[in-house]
């Protein structure tokens, strides 16, 4: 477990979890996942050994003026509860209060990921129109891969123009395990009325 340590009255906390996912990835540790929670909401959700992650962990500390230390919070075993929900086809939509770190237009395009429905998916350049700005595929591609809220805020749904599954920080293999589970799951609802 870790703890953010913040210099002023921020707090936050983080914590390795093993997620209980018919999946075969989700037992290895390149598969763990290191939430924090500063002030009661989550700010941190991302896979441990994401290649960015020292970019994102230094972008929390500046922006949260805090540190990484061990500890646990009720934000964080909710959200620990609502990501095994929805591994196991429970949960479609999460609910943790969440504080997103970053620059406004950073935050624009990490609520618009809260917006793709559950199970299906759009491409960089679709999201970008969708988001008011077709001119800035790239620059929604960066910052969807600057999400560290990673599953809650589903940047795993954005795909290639062709439908190609495209960089993923927890990789391919994790982004097209999370999409197989939520076809799945649609199935199971649709099959089961």
């Known amino acids: 477990m870790k703890e953010v340590n913040p210099k002023e009255t921020t707090r936050a906390y983080a914590f390795e979890i093993w997620m209980d996912a018919p999946c075969p990835w989700s037992r290895s540790s390149r598969h763990s996942m290191s939430p924090g929670s500063p002030g009661g909401r989550l700010c941190l959700c991302d896979w441990v050994e994401e290649r960015r992650r020292d970019i994102i962990d230094r972008r929390l500390r500046r922006i949260l003026r805090a540190d990484y230390v061990e500890g646990d919070s009720e934000v964080i075993r909710e959200a620990s509860r609502q990501l095994d929900e929805y591994f196991a086809g429970r949960r479609r939509k999460f609910d943790v209060p969440l504080l997103f770190s970053g620059t406004d237009f950073q935050k624009k395009v990490w609520h618009g990921l809260m917006e793709i429905p559950y199970g299906s998916t759009v491409s960089y350049r679709d999201f970008a129109k969708s988001l008011g700005c077709p001119a800035s595929v790239r620059a929604v591609a960066n910052a969807n891969g600057a999400n560290a809220i990673s599953i809650i805020v589903s940047c795993h749904r954005v795909v290639g123009s062709d439908g190609s599954l495209t960089g993923y920080a927890g990789g391919l293999d994790a982004k097209?395990?999370?999409?197989?589970?939520?076809?799945?799951?649609?199935?199971?609802?649709?099959?089961n009325g």
Do not use: I, T
């Open 176 to 191: 097209k395990a999370l999409l197989d589970l939520e076809r799945k799951s649609l199935c199971s609802m649709n099959e």
